[in-house]
């Protein structure tokens, strides 16, 4: 996670459990974040997606359990990561009666009523039966299924992260996150990983640079499979000759 930054700002974008690195963010690193945003009088958008993946107790999986949060932040949650809900585009978004923001003029507003305001007037609303969907991952049932489908996807994550370290690669994530970031070999860009892997292993990753420039020379394997797919794909990284 990035250190707050030594000048101010107004709006700050964090997404833990990361999406493509995998990365979480502490509790002690969240605690700073609040203490700047506090300082600052800015907003923080937090994407918190991939919070059900979270396996170690002592990462948090809202940064509502950060004291003074609910001052200044605002938390996203998605039904896609956790139920298998890619492409309902049903999510939520948390925006607490506490927060305010500054206005160009330096005075301070509350966010709750303008953003009910324009979800009430912009909005029409996720359809019925994705809202009915949606509903039944909280019953016990689907509860149980949910837990079932998170703890498979992990899995599948912990045979690819210890396939490519098999195979000599710097591996990160991987642990709280159903994605695997990896270092290409020395000299060897994002796309010839790609192309490389797609050739000699028939194996699609993503490359990192298609992340933003900061992603280069990185490449992203997702956990998003069968575990018998998982288990294939990290014998055949293992045989890859760089």
């Known amino acids: 996670m990035p250190a707050p930054p030594d000048q101010q700002v107004d709006l700050?974008?964090?997404c833990s459990p990361n999406n493509p690195t995998g990365a979480v963010?502490?509790?002690?690193?969240?605690?700073q974040w609040v203490k700047y945003a506090l300082?600052?009088?800015?907003?923080?958008?937090?994407?918190?997606?991939?919070e059900a993946y979270i396996s170690e107790p002592s990462i948090p999986h809202s940064i509502y359990e950060i004291?003074?949060?609910r001052e200044c932040a605002i938390e996203f949650r998605s039904f896609s990561k956790n139920g298998g809900f890619t492409g309902t585009r049903c999510a939520f978004t948390v925006v607490p009666k506490p927060l305010r923001a500054a206005t160009k003029n330096g005075e301070m507003q509350s966010l709750h009523p303008?953003?009910?305001?324009?979800?009430a007037t912009k909005f029409n609303g996720v359809s019925y039966i994705v809202q009915r969907a949606a509903e039944a991952l909280y019953s016990p049932e689907g509860k149980m299924q949910v837990a079932e489908l998170i703890k498979h996807y992990l899995g599948n994550a912990e045979v690819l992260r210890?396939?490519?370290k098999k195979a000599g690669l710097k591996v990160f994530g991987g642990v709280n996150a159903p994605y695997i970031w990896v270092r290409t070999p020395k000299g060897v860009t994002s796309w010839q990983a790609f192309d490389k892997i797609?050739?000699?292993a028939n194996v699609v990753i993503t490359p990192g640079s298609g992340f933003g420039s900061k992603g280069e020379g990185f490449f992203r394997i997702s956990a998003f499979n069968s575990r018998a797919n998982a288990g294939e794909v990290a014998r055949r990284l293992q045989e890859l000759k760089w």
Do not use: H, Q, S
């Open 198 to 200: 797609l050739a000699d």
């Open 12 to 14: 700050i974008y964090l």
């Open 25 to 31: 963010a502490t509790r002690e690193g969240l605690e």
């Open 67 to 69: 004291p003074g949060a």
């Open 39 to 50: 300082a600052n009088d800015a907003v923080i958008f937090y994407d918190a997606a991939y």
């Open 114 to 119: 303008l953003w009910n305001r324009r979800m």
């Open 162 to 164: 210890k396939g490519a």
